[in-house]
C-alpha cells in the first residue's frame, strides 16, 4: 500500500520476495484502501451495508453478514455495469435512429409544403386569370348589349325628330291657313285630309321605353357568384387546406382538471346546423329545446332528422371542453362536417362519422356506428371532454367535484371534427358549452 517512483519500483520486477505483489496504477487515495479500524487492507465487501472491509472486520462488528471478496463483488458489478451500458448504447442507437426519421420527416414536410405552394400558387394564377378573363367577357358582353340598346333607341329617336318636324311643318301650314281671312280662299286650300286628333296618352307613349333590367340581372348574377365563392372559402376551406402536420409525439393525457383547462377550447354552436326544434342562447353557446319549431331559413349543413346541432370551430390537435346538461338527457357528441343531414343515419353516433356519449338520468352509454355500450360511472350534469386529434384519443368524463373517467375511445381521425349535441327528451332540455376559467 505505497507508491514508488520508477527507481524504487524496480525492486518489485526483480526480488522474488515481491514478485507476488500485485502492482496498480498510483493513487492518491491510499488511505481509503485501508482499514482504520484494524489497519488492514480492505480486500472484502459486505454486501449487508454496502461497504468494504477487511479480513477482521468481517469476524467482528460484520460478523454474519453477506460478504464476498472485493474483486467478487467488482466482477458482480462491472457485469451489471456493462449490462446498464448496452442499454444506454441501445437507447442512444434508437434515439440516434430517431432523430434520422425525425429529420428525414422535416425534409418530407419542407419538401411537401414547398410543392403545395408551388401547386397552389399555379391554381390561384390559373383561378385568378379563370375570373379575369370572365371578368373581360361579362364587359364586353355588357358594352355589346349596351351598344345595341343605344342603336335601337337613337334609330328610334331619329324617327321621332323627323315625325316632329315634319309635324311642326305642317302645324305652320295650318296656323297660316287658320289666319287666311278670304273665306273662299280658305276654302281652296283646306287639306282634304288633317292628322287624325290625339286621344289621351301623348303620342310618345307608343315608343317602347323598356326598363334596362338587363344590366340589373347582370349585377345580381355576379354578387350570387361573389356570396357563393365566399361561402367556398369561408365554410369548405377546411377541406381544401392541408390538416395540421405534427412531428413530434402526443403529450400525455392531463392528469388533473387544472391540466385539462390548459388545452381548454371555446366552443359555439352554428345556427346553419340547427335543427328548427333547437333555439340558441349566450352567445350561440347554449342549445333549448322547444315545442315548435323555428323560422328558420333553409341551409344544406341544417340537421332535419334529429334535433342537434353542430359547433363552428372544427378542432384539431389537443382540445378540452365542458357541457352543462339539464333536463331528461342529451347526447354529447364529435362528427366529421360532412356527417348526414337527414334520416337516420344523421344521428349522433348511429354512422362511422361521429362519436356519441348519451347521458340519461339515470345511466350513461357510448354509441358509435351504431352500437350502443353501457358506461358505468357516476352520474353528473357536467360532461368534459377531451380531444387528442393526431393521438386518435377521444376522452369522456364525468365532472363534479373530481373527474371521472367514462369512457375513453383510440381510433384515427381523418378529417377534423366538430363538437356536438342533441337533446331528445322534453322542450325545456337545455345543453350549455362552458367557459373555462
Same mark, same amino acid.
Given at each position: 500500500m505505497a507508491s514508488y517512483c520508477d527507481q524504487h519500483?524496480?525492486?518489485?520486477?526483480?526480488?522474488?520476495? *515481491?514478485?507476488? %505483489?500485485?502492482?496498480?496504477?498510483?493513487?492518491?487515495?491510499?488511505?481509503?484502501?485501508?482499514?482504520?479500524?484494524?489497519?488492514e487492507v480492505k480486500k =472484502? *465487501?459486505?454486501?449487508?451495508?454496502?461497504?468494504?472491509?477487511?479480513?477482521?472486520? #468481517?469476524? +467482528?462488528? %460484520?460478523?454474519?453478514h453477506d460478504t464476498v471478496s472485493a474483486a467478487a463483488e467488482r466482477t458482480e458489478r462491472q457485469r451489471e455495469l456493462e449490462g446498464s451500458r448496452l442499454n444506454i448504447q441501445q437507447r442512444i442507437q434508437d434515439g440516434e435512429k430517431?432523430?434520422?426519421?425525425?429529420q428525414q420527416e422535416v425534409e418530407a414536410v419542407n419538401g411537401s409544403a414547398d410543392k403545395a405552394v408551388e401547386d397552389s400558387e399555379k391554381t390561384f394564377t390559373e383561378l385568378i386569370r379563370l375570373v379575369e378573363k370572365r371578368s373581360s367577357d361579362v364587359k364586353q358582353?355588357?358594352? #355589346?348589349?349596351?351598344?345595341?340598346?343605344?342603336?335601337g333607341v337613337r334609330e328610334l329617336q331619329e324617327k321621332l325628330e323627323q315625325e316632329i318636324s315634319e309635324?311642326?311643318?305642317?302645324?305652320?301650314? !295650318?296656323?297660316?291657313?287658320?289666319?287666311?281671312?278670304?273665306?273662299?280662299? *280658305?276654302?281652296?286650300?283646306?287639306? #282634304?285630309?288633317?292628322?287624325?286628333?290625339?286621344?289621351?296618352?301623348? %303620342?310618345?307613349?307608343?315608343?317602347?321605353?323598356?326598363? &334596362?333590367s338587363y344590366f340589373e340581372d347582370v349585377t345580381a348574377a355576379l354578387s350570387a357568384v361573389r356570396d357563393k365563392l365566399q361561402d367556398v372559402l369561408r365554410e369548405e376551406w377546411t377541406n381544401v387546406s392541408p390538416t395540421e402536420v405534427e412531428v413530434l409525439p402526443s403529450a400525455a393525457e392531463p392528469a388533473s382538471r387544472a391540466g385539462f383547462f390548459t388545452c381548454s377550447q371555446e366552443i359555439t354552436l352554428d345556427p346553419n346546423?340547427? %335543427?328548427? !326544434? &333547437?333555439?340558441l342562447s349566450e352567445g350561440s353557446r347554449k342549445a333549448t329545446l322547444m315545442r315548435q319549431g323555428q323560422p328558420y331559413s333553409r341551409h344544406p349543413d341544417r340537421s332535419t332528422c334529429y334535433s342537434q346541432v353542430l359547433s363552428r370551430e372544427s378542432l384539431t390537435g389537443r382540445c378540452y371542453w365542458e357541457v352543462e346538461w339539464r333536463g331528461g338527457g342529451v347526447c354529447v357528441a364529435v362528427a366529421y362536417k360532412n356527417i348526414s343531414r337527414a334520416g337516420l343515419e344523421?344521428? *349522433?353516433?348511429?354512422? +362511422?362519422?361521429?362519436?356519441? =356519449?348519451?347521458?340519461?338520468?339515470n345511466s350513461y352509454s357510448f354509441l358509435y356506428n351504431s352500437i350502443s355500450t353501457p358506461v358505468s360511472g357516476p =352520474?353528473?350534469?357536467?360532461?368534459?371532454?377531451?380531444?387528442d386529434h393526431r393521438a386518435g384519443v377521444l376522452s369522456f368524463y364525468s365532472v363534479s367535484e373530481t373527474m371521472t373517467l367514462l369512457h375513453r375511445v383510440q381510433t384515427t381521425f381523418t378529417q377534423p371534427l366538430h363538437a356536438g349535441v342533441s337533446l331528445y327528451y322534453t322542450s325545456g332540455d337545455t345543453a350549455e358549452f362552458c367557459k373555462l376559467k
Open positions: 519500483l524496480q525492486p518489485h520486477y526483480e526480488s522474488p520476495v *515481491f514478485r507476488k %505483489h500485485k502492482l496498480v496504477e498510483p493513487s492518491k487515495k491510499l488511505q481509503e484502501n485501508i482499514c482504520s479500524r484494524h489497519d =472484502l *465487501f459486505c454486501r449487508t451495508d454496502q461497504q468494504s472491509i477487511c479480513s477482521l472486520c #468481517s469476524v +467482528d462488528e %460484520h460478523k454474519g430517431e432523430v434520422k426519421l425525425l358582353q355588357l358594352r #355589346s348589349q349596351q351598344e345595341r340598346e343605344v342603336s309635324l311642326k311643318r305642317r302645324d305652320a301650314e !295650318l296656323e297660316l291657313l287658320s289666319h287666311t281671312e278670304d273665306h273662299n280662299q *280658305f276654302l281652296l286650300s283646306y287639306p #282634304s285630309s288633317l292628322p287624325a286628333p290625339l286621344s289621351g296618352a301623348t %303620342h310618345s307613349s307608343s315608343t317602347n321605353i323598356r326598363p &334596362l346546423t340547427a %335543427h328548427t !326544434l &333547437l333555439v344523421s344521428v *349522433f353516433g348511429n354512422n +362511422d362519422k361521429s362519436w356519441s =356519449l348519451v347521458c340519461g338520468q =352520474l353528473s350534469s357536467r360532461v368534459g371532454v377531451y380531444l
